[in-house]
């Protein structure tokens, strides 16, 4: 009986590993700029997702504002203040605008976080010469999630 519910619970976990399959930046799918379903099967880690907003690929507070990470410097007046983010957007919403925001808001002068293509003219860093070869996603599939799941705490007070 014991071999019976050690081997459960290490299918358990097996199952639960290959649910967790990250989604490709090619292969999400948006609708209305949305995107429904994780592109990691794993849950955002909030803690992280705050530091994302800071340092990194990320730094959302390069052009918004944060009440919440007041204690940071140099927010930026570019897009619209995150404060209450979580109240104006859904999860899925949120998920969409940070992955590839041109999906929801045509025009938009914020980043792709989560593409790899598709891109009119991509740059060396400061070289000044095209980028050659694959190219990463600035944020990963979980950093995307981070970043939601501490989106998703901003709410009006």
């Known amino acids: 009986m014991r071999n019976l519910v050690t081997g459960a619970a290490v299918c358990a976990v097996?199952?639960?590993v290959a649910a967790a399959e990250v989604v490709a930046p090619t292969e999400v799918v948006f609708e209305d700029g949305a995107v429904a379903t994780s592109l990691t099967g794993t849950a955002g880690d909030i803690e992280n997702g705050a530091t994302l907003m800071n340092k990194g690929a990320g730094n959302c507070i390069a052009c918004h504002q944060v009440s919440a990470l007041s204690n940071l410097p140099f927010h930026g007046e570019v897009g619209p203040t995150l404060d209450g983010v979580a109240d104006r957007w859904s999860e899925a919403e949120l998920r969409g605008i940070v992955a590839n925001a041109k999906m929801m808001?045509?025009?938009t002068m914020m980043p792709s976080f989560y593409k790899t293509e598709g891109f009119i003219r991509l740059?060396?860093?400061?070289t000044g010469n095209a980028h050659e070869g694959e190219v990463a996603p600035l944020l990963t599939a979980q950093e995307v999630e981070d970043v939601v799941a501490y989106l998703?705490?901003?709410k009006e007070e």
């Open 152 to 154: 998703m705490t901003l």
């Open 14 to 16: 097996i199952a639960t």
């Open 105 to 107: 808001f045509d025009g």
């Open 123 to 126: 740059g060396d860093a400061y």
